[in-house]
C-alpha cells in the first residue's frame, strides 16, 4: 500500500536549486564517489525522513494539477504582506480600554502569527491531505501547546490554578466530588444514569478516533482493557475511577469502547480497500465530478495499513509497550489535570485538548510507525517528538502539582498485581526473543547431528 506522504517545495527559487542538484546528481551517478544513500531517496518523502537531509526533487501539486495550482503555490510574501496590513489596522484602531481583553486578543494574535509562520516555513509530515499547509499549523499549534506546558510547568498549583481562572472567571474554584461506585446495583435506574453521563459520548468518540490513530484492532482492545486496569488502580486517587464493575466492564469497554473501536476500524478498512485515483480538476469534465473531487481532498491520498507485530521481534515489542504507555499515560493525563487544576470536565478547555492530541496523534503516530518500521527512516518526525514531549510535560505537571494531592496509599491488592503485571512483560521479552531462539537453535544442531 503507498504511503501518505509527502515534500512541499518552499518556493519557486527552490525549486530552480531543486532541478539544478538534481542534475548534477544525476551527472555524478556513476562516479564511485556517488553516496550510496542517493539512490535510496524517495522523491516523496520530507527531507527530515532520509539519513541525507538534502531537498527532493519532484514535481509540485501545483505542476501536477495547474487548474488548482493557487492553492499549492507559494506565497509567502504575499501572506506576510497580508498579516502585516492586519497588524497595521489593529495599530491604528483605537485602544480598548480593558486590560482583561486586550491580553487576551494579544495572546491568540501572537499564535495566529506563529501559525502563519509555521504554516509557511516548517517542515512537511508524512501527510498530504488536505493540505501539507493544515498539518504545518498542526505542528505550530503543537510548539505553541508545549511551550504553555513550560510555562505552566515553572509556576506553583496556586498561580496555575488563578491563570486559568483569567482566562474564564468561573474557574478556578474546588471540583465537586463525583463518584460513579455508590450504587452498584443492576437496576435500571442506576443503569439510566450513567448511560446519560457525558463521559459515555467521549468513550465512544474518544475510540473511534483512537482507532483511526492506531490502525490496529487488537492494539486497540489491549488499550481499551488495560485503561479499565488503570482506573481500578488509581480509584484511591480519583473518584472518577471509582466505579462499578458492570460500568468498567459492560457499559465502556463492551458497548461505547466496542462501538468507537468498530466503526473506526471499519473506516480504516474501507481506506484500505478503497482504490485511489486521484485526477486534477482540469481533467473532470462534469461540475458534479469536480465537486466530488473537491469534497475527496479531504479523504486521505492513500493509506498505509499498522502491521505492528508485537511478538515479530524484540524492537516491535518494545515499540507496542512504548507506544502503549504513552496512549494511557495521555488519557490519565487529563484526568489528573482536570482534578489538579480545577477544570469540569465538560468545560471548553478540556474538549480543546482532547482534540488538539487527536490532531497531533494522526502525524505523530504515522511518524513514529515509520521510524519504528522502516530502516530508511533515520530519524524520527518532528510531529512524533513533540507529541512525546507534550506527554512527558504533562507528566511532570502532574507530578509537581500532585504533591500532597493523594495521601491515600495504594491498596496492597493493586501493589501485588503490578508487581506481577510487570515482572510479566520483563520475563516475556527475554524468554521469547533471547533464550527461546538459542534452545531452537540448539535443538536444530543437535536433530543434525543425529
Not at 527512516?377 to 504533562?394: D, F, H, M, N, V
Request: include cysteine; charge should be neutral; aromatic fraction near 16%.
Amino acid at each position: 500500500m503507498a504511503k501518505d506522504q509527502l515534500n512541499f517545495s518552499g518556493s519557486h527559487d527552490e525549486d530552480i536549486v531543486h532541478r539544478s542538484v538534481l542534475k548534477t546528481r544525476q551527472a555524478s551517478a556513476s562516479s564511485s564517489f556517488s553516496l550510496a544513500s542517493d539512490s535510496s531517496i524517495d522523491e516523496n518523502r520530507p527531507e527530515w525522513f532520509t539519513k541525507d537531509t538534502s531537498v527532493q526533487f519532484q514535481k509540485t501539486p501545483a505542476e501536477q494539477d495547474p487548474a488548482v495550482g493557487f492553492v499549492y503555490t507559494p506565497r509567502t510574501l504575499t501572506i506576510l504582506g497580508a498579516m502585516l496590513l492586519g497588524l497595521v489596522y489593529v495599530a491604528m484602531t483605537p485602544d480598548i480600554d480593558d486590560t482583561s481583553a486586550n491580553v487576551k486578543i494579544g495572546l491568540l494574535a501572537a499564535i495566529g502569527s506563529f501559525c502563519v509562520f509555521g504554516m509557511l516555513q516548517f517542515r512537511d509530515s508524512l501527510l498530504l491531505r488536505p493540505h501539507p499547509a493544515l498539518w504545518r499549523v498542526v505542528l505550530s499549534l503543537g510548539v505553541v501547546y508545549q511551550l504553555f506546558l513550560v510555562f505552566l510547568l515553572f509556576q506553583n498549583k496556586h498561580d496555575a490554578r488563578l491563570y486559568f481562572k483569567y482566562l474564564d472567571p468561573s474557574l478556578g474554584v474546588p471540583l465537586p466530588e463525583k463518584s460513579y461506585g455508590g450504587a452498584c446495583e443492576l437496576t435500571w435506574d442506576n443503569f439510566v444514569s450513567q448511560v446519560f453521563d457525558e463521559f459515555v459520548v467521549a468513550h465512544t468518540l474518544g475510540w473511534f478516533c483512537k482507532a483511526l490513530i492506531l490502525r490496529d484492532y487488537t492494539f486497540c482492545w489491549i488499550l481499551s482493557v488495560m485503561f479499565e486496569v488503570m482506573e481500578y488502580s488509581l480509584s484511591h486517587q480519583l473518584n472518577n475511577f471509582d466505579e462499578c464493575w458492570w460500568d468498567h466492564w459492560i457499559l465502556d469497554v463492551l458497548v461505547c469502547n466496542w462501538l468507537g473501536m468498530y466503526l473506526g476500524v471499519k473506516t480504516c478498512e474501507y481506506f484500505e480497500m478503497k482504490q485511489y485515483s486521484w485526477q486534477g480538476l482540469a481533467e473532470i469534465p462534469t461540475l458534479k465530478g469536480k465537486m466530488r473531487r473537491t469534497m475527496a481532498q479531504f479523504t486521505p491520498k492513500s493509506w498505509t495499513k499498522f502491521e505492528w507485530n508485537s511478538t515479530k521481534n524484540f524492537k516491535s515489542y518494545c515499540t507496542v509497550l512504548f507506544l502503549l504507555t504513552m496512549f494511557l499515560i495521555c488519557e490519565l493525563n487529563a484526568f489528573y489535570l482536570k482534578t489538579l487544576l480545577w477544570l469540569p470536565p465538560a468545560h471548553p478547555i478540556n474538549i480543546i485538548r482532547i482534540f488538539a492530541y487527536f490532531m497531533f496523534g494522526i502525524p505523530g503516530v504515522r511518524e513514529a510507525y515509520q521510524y519504528f518500521h522502516d530502516d530508511n527512516c533515520k530519524r524520527i518526525g518532528p510531529q512524533a517528538w513533540l507529541l512525546i514531549g507534550s506527554i512527558a510535560t504533562e507528566v511532570l505537571i502532574v507530578f509537581k502539582f500532585g504533591q500532597g494531592e493523594f495521601p491515600n496509599p495504594a491498596p496492597k491488592e493493586v501493589i501485588y498485581f503490578w508487581t506481577v503485571f510487570l515482572t510479566i512483560i520483563t520475563l516475556f521479552p527475554i524468554y521469547k526473543f533471547f533464550l527461546l531462539p538459542r534452545y531452537q537453535d540448539k535443538s536444530k544442531v543437535k536433530a543434525k547431528l543425529q
